[in-house]
């Protein structure tokens, strides 16, 4: 029988990128939104954030402690990536690969994060000679279950067999709720009419997904009805946008201990309209899952082009969302 759950409410400062990079944000700012809305888990893009990383200047490291400190934070995971094709003409070699991933692991022990996200690229045999460092910063690597990847993909599989084979703690899985679109995002069906796709194209677009109409037939039936290269471009993007059953989790539970929670809207009613955290959640509570749901806001580059992004705002709103679905559950649970 797995043990209670507790989950805890955290923030991935991906999530204000559109703040940070119009510099209405440092990243000093980034942290005192996340502590205002009691998101105390930080997980940070660091090559997006911290200059140099993942050699930052030492005086970064001291002025990070003491901003965890001053807002009562706690650093929980660095993402890594592996940039195979930094060298012009090649790809890196497995032995690069190796030592830009230790890299990524002294940075993250340096900031004090517990895991470090894995880009679901990286080959298992790569992670698997990853595994002294790893043990030796004490950092878990989490491979991330991303879209349209799931936790049934034989590339999934293959590295959870892996996993299994090397018998260590140190390597784990970091799943993505992108994996859960219910619905097809309405930010995202808004923002193809607005390039010029016809309502009536886009809705039954929005309708094959939600009655789960496999891809292919969906883009020969877009064909069919004179989809135009925008039409076309929306029903594409059912390739990449999946719903699988959150009840996978559970096999999955004792090495998954780090979620991005993921959303491309909150309305004012805090609703997520295309994920359903109200079903994701009662399976994370039955689990047991012990860490952090790490808000991911991607909306932001659906509705960019015609108004102001607030993503303080709706980061505030899915907080306010979390906090409702697991007080319902303590009182259901007393």
Known sequence: MSSPAQIKRGISLYSYQEEFFLGKLDLEGCLAQAAKIGANGIEIVSEQMIPHAPQAADAFYAQWHEWMAQYGL?????????????????LMTDDECVASIEADLRHAHRLGCRFVRVLVSVSPHILARCVSAAERYD??????VHSPLHFDHPWIMRHAETMERLGTQHIGFMPDMGIFVKRYPRVMRDRFVRMGARATIADFICTAYDDRVLSEYLL???RQMGGTAIELAMAETVRHTIWSNPRRLLEFMPRIHHIHAKFYEMTAEGIEPSIPYDEILPVLIEGGYNGYLSSEYEGNRHVQDAFEVDSVEQVRRQHRMFERLLDQHAALAA
Do not use: I
């Open 74 to 90: 706690t650093p929980v995971c660095h993402d890594l990536f592996l940039d195979t094709k930094r060298f012009p003409g090649r």
């Open 139 to 144: 950092v878990k690597m989490l491979l991330e």
């Open 220 to 222: 020969q039936d877009v």
